[in-house]
């Protein structure tokens, strides 16, 4: 791999984690473009390193958060950081569920499947266009709504879907204030990325050689400083209703994916 490639699928991860328009799919629109070379021997460790990026992006945006939540925990009372936290909890039953039982299918429908992408990209732009017109609300997240935005978690596995489209579009549409959508909406995945990364160390399959090290570092650097833009830039988004921008954007990435396939 060389260094600007590593920069350039670090950026992408990093904005596309946080903005409505699909990080998986845009890493595989990246790798296609790139072309197979741009992949290492290494991927998965690759792939790691730039969740990792990502996750740590969102603990130093929501620290104040996190921390309050953390100290509510140890208050060992049912009070509101308690049950958001539980919240939380609540919302990685449905995704954790649906990887676990689903892992080998969805890891299928990853390499170059860019017909997948495409459609599923468009199927994002109509999530955000239609939580776009929903009413302002001042309505907290409910653990019904928690598990239904789990639910819309796990659905996002599928490239193409974007996580964060989908679960701020799910529940604004369920009446949630936008701003406490966004704020749960990104806090949700910490805990799901952090499993996540364990699996993977876990199962043995990561291979690591000081070659290697260069574009790691970089793509680290690269995803993080564009994750902390994109955190903050998306919680402006969502506060002023301005998803609208991003649906067509996935509609015109989605039409040209799908073109693209079919030349």
Known sequence: MEIIDAIILGIIQGLTEFLPVSSSGHLELGKAILGSDAIPEESLMFTVVLHFATALSTIVVFRKDILDIIKGLFQFKWNEDLQFSSKIVLSMVPAAIIGYKYETEFEQLFGNNILLVGAMLIVTAVLLFLADKAKETDKKVTFANAFIIGIAQGIAMLPGISRSGATISTSVLLGIDKTKAARFSFLMVVPLIFGKIAKDILSGELTYNTASFSYLSVGFLAAFISG??????????????????????????????IIWTQL
């Open 228 to 257: 902390l833009f994109a955190c903050t830039w998306m919680i402006s988004i969502v506060k002023k209703s301005k998803l609208t921008y991003f649906a067509i954007y996935c509609a015109i990435i989605g039409v040209i994916a």
